[in-house]
């Protein structure tokens, strides 16, 4: 596609589910990367992918953040037994490696 | 220390007036940097790149990197309203891009 597209664009589950934020990148775009941002906050950096293989994957908080590209294209960020704290903007990112990275519009994650 | 700051402001110049937003980064060999514009309930938008010593100007915008001090600017000329937004500073140190927490900047006409 023309852009970044991230899927859903707003998400509301209960406390202890488990969600799956969807990341579709720029057509040839061989690096990805996972944000999550707070109200105020800059971006905090969670992953980064260069193709299929995640590169440097020291953003995620604990273990039940997951991500995974499996063709080098889409990505799913998983994250399991969601608590309050998990609720944020969570941004994905596509570049051709080295150079500025451009974002999709977000998915909003609430969780009650 | 942070990867990457910046000043949260908010930084208020009148219409017009040259805004200067400024960065500071810790890992000396980083190579690659970038200037990003966020805008409220919106997300960030790639603004400028820098990979090199000196200036790099594209249009009211203008990129300055300073790599002995660690430094990064972005200097906006002929401020308009519409250059409202949080300015996220971004640098990669290594393989991953990191940003700072962005610097509020408030164009008053």
């Known amino acids: 596609g023309a852009g970044v597209s991230q899927t859903p664009s707003n998400k509301v589950t209960e406390k202890g589910k488990y969600v799956e934020l969807r990341c579709d990148p720029i057509?040839?775009?061989?690096?990805l990367y996972w944000y999550r941002q707070s109200l105020g906050q800059g971006p905090e950096f969670l992953i980064y992918?260069?193709?299929?293989?995640?590169?440097?994957d020291s953003g995620l908080p604990n273990d039940r953040f997951f991500a995974v590209r499996p063709e080098g294209s889409v990505s799913t960020l998983k994250i399991q037994r969601t608590e309050r704290g998990d609720s944020a903007v969570y941004l994905c990112?596509?570049?051709?490696?080295?150079?500025?990275?451009?974002f999709g519009q977000g998915t909003r994650l609430t969780v009650v | 220390q942070k990867e990457v700051e910046q000043n949260s402001g908010p930084l208020s110049v009148p219409e017009g007036a040259i805004a200067s937003l400024n960065c500071t980064y810790s890992?000396?060999?980083?190579?690659?940097f970038f200037w990003y514009r966020q805008y409220s309930g919106k997300s960030p938008e790639l603004i400028m790149s820098?990979?090199?010593?000196g200036d790099k100007e594209d249009g009211r915008f203008t990129a300055q990197l300073n790599k002995a001090s660690q430094y990064v600017s972005l200097l906006i000329r002929d401020s308009q309203p519409s250059d409202s937004a949080t300015y996220l500073c971004?640098?990669?140190?290594?393989?991953?891009?990191?940003f700072g927490a962005g610097t509020i900047l408030r164009v008053k006409s």
């Open positions: 990112a596509s570049s051709l490696g080295g150079g500025g990275a451009f």
């Open positions: 820098i990979y090199s010593n």
């Open positions: 971004a640098v990669i140190p290594g393989n991953k891009l990191v």
């Open positions: 890992d000396r060999g980083s190579q690659s």
């Open positions: 992918f260069q193709g299929t293989g995640a590169a440097d």
């Open positions: 057509s040839g775009h061989t690096a």
